[in-house]
């Protein structure tokens, strides 16, 4: 089903509902993986994928249609990741090493990483990254979004998209360097 059916079967009162079980059925998976790839927690990241969809169910009616739909829920998905890495690091006033070094516990217990030692170190130099920047390389890289997909999520210019992912694939690569010495 379009985006545009979706909507004009949300804007009916009768078959809103079913609209709305159609749109999480279509994206949730999407948005879950979107989200784990930043929290790693799975528990975390059905929470922040329940949020997701509870915003986006309290917004879907003035939703204008200016993007696709699959855009306007990553940038809720992805605002709902900052703010929960944000929180997180504010209540327990840890520096950013601290969150990085829990979150690299987290993901050796996680099912997140096939158990391929590369992988596995792939995704701690991910960990290293600003969030922001975590955040621009997964959609680049394993999302395999557009820059232009990317800047309408974020609300960042392409340009600047382009040199965030620059810098993190080079981050990435020193840090996967330096571990295999």
């Not at 200016?66 to 605002?79: E, G, K, M, P, V």
Request: net charge neutral; glycine share 2%.
């Amino acid at each position: 089903m379009t985006d545009k059916e979706l909507l004009e079967k949300f804007a009916n009162p009768e078959s809103r509902n079913y609209a709305f079980n159609l749109l999480v059925r279509q994206y949730q998976q999407k948005v879950y993986w979107h989200i784990r790839k930043m929290v790693i927690d799975h528990d975390d990241a059905n929470d922040l994928t329940q949020d997701t969809f509870i915003k986006a169910w309290k917004g879907l009616e003035n939703f204008k249609g200016d993007s696709q739909l699959f855009t306007w829920l990553y940038r809720i998905a992805t605002n709902e990741c900052l703010n929960h890495l944000s929180k997180k690091k504010r209540r327990f006033f840890l520096p950013i090493n601290d969150i990085t070094e829990e979150l690299s516990n987290k993901l050796e217990d996680s099912d997140l990483v096939s158990g391929d030692e590369i992988q596995l170190k792939l995704q701690k130099a991910l960990l290293t990254l600003p969030d922001k920047q975590r955040l621009v390389f997964n959609m680049k890289y394993y999302d395999e979004l557009k820059y232009e997909e990317i800047s309408e999520i974020t609300g960042t210019s392409v340009g600047a998209l382009k040199a965030s992912y620059h810098l993190a694939a080079k981050k990435v690569e020193e840090y996967l360097k330096n571990s295999i010495l």
